[in-house]
């Protein structure tokens, strides 16, 4: 079945590690996204490519850095930089192609959280 | 920008009884509008959308909603509540001309009371 794969579903990290977290579909969509989720909060973009090797900060990229470089895969990197980083992580795909509108209807990850202790 | 508010972060409903969630965007042009539902620990999914055509949308699981422009409106109702319906459901917008960004509410937390 076609779908996208978050690992690790839980993690935990010390104060000042970096930490990557991994995202694959067999999709076969151009678009990925990382998505931040808080209680409360509802979801803030924080990072999304469109196509492979190019990327764009969402409203919330600072702390964090993200690569792609195949397809694929769209892995987050939450450095120690970021002040807050315990929240749950979810990444998502899309249909995108030039020129054309799209739904822009989202397919999600299972999520991850990450626990800073 | 476009964004989208939901009222009341939490909404208590009997089993039986309709769930009816509120949702108002502000798009500067005609919006491509969705429905999600999260269960605990998990990732997003779809329920309905909206793009163009019959305002009146029909979901999984029961769910419909009705786009109305004059109202900036996107509601979502179910008849009849279930205890499988306790979730998180998030109401989200598109603009059409751009990129495929979705601007997510706060969302509101159901909890169905038997």
């Known amino acids: 079945d076609g779908g996208i794969t978050q690992s690790p579903k839980y993690l935990f990290r010390k104060e000042g590690q970096n930490v990557t977290l991994s995202c694959e579909q067999n999709?076969?969509?151009?678009?990925m996204y990382w998505y931040r989720q808080d209680p409360g909060q509802g979801l803030r973009l924080i990072y999304y490519?469109?196509?492979?090797?190019?990327?764009q900060k969402g409203d919330i990229a600072e702390g964090y850095s993200v690569s792609r470089e195949k397809k694929e895969s769209f892995p987050l990197t939450v450095t120690s930089a970021q002040k807050n980083p315990t929240a749950f992580y979810l990444c998502?795909?899309?249909?995108?192609?030039?020129?054309?509108?799209?739904?822009?209807?989202?397919?999600f990850g299972e999520g991850s959280r990450l626990t800073v202790l | 920008a476009q964004s989208v508010t939901q009222l009341g972060s939490h909404v208590s409903v009997s089993e039986g009884a309709l769930v009816l969630l509120r949702c108002n965007y502000s798009?500067?042009?005609?919006?491509?509008l969705f429905w999600y539902v999260q269960y605990p620990n998990q990732g997003l999914q779809l329920l309905l959308k909206?793009?163009?055509?019959?305002?009146l949308v029909k979901g999984i699981n029961g769910f419909e909603a009705e786009f109305k422009k004059s109202e900036t409106s996107f509601h979502l109702t179910k008849p009849s509540a279930h205890m499988s319906d306790a979730a998180e459901y998030f109401c989200?917008?598109?603009?059409?001309?751009?990129?495929?960004?979705?601007?997510f509410g706060k969302g509101n937390q159901v909890v169905v009371i038997p």
């Open positions: 998502a795909s899309s249909i995108n192609r030039p020129g054309l509108a799209g739904t822009g209807e989202l397919f």
């Open positions: 999709l076969n969509h151009d678009a």
């Open positions: 490519s469109q196509i492979v090797n190019d990327f």
């Open positions: 798009s500067s042009v005609p919006p491509y």
């Open positions: 909206y793009t163009t055509g019959a305002t």
């Open positions: 989200a917008v598109k603009v059409v001309r751009g990129n495929n960004r979705l601007a």
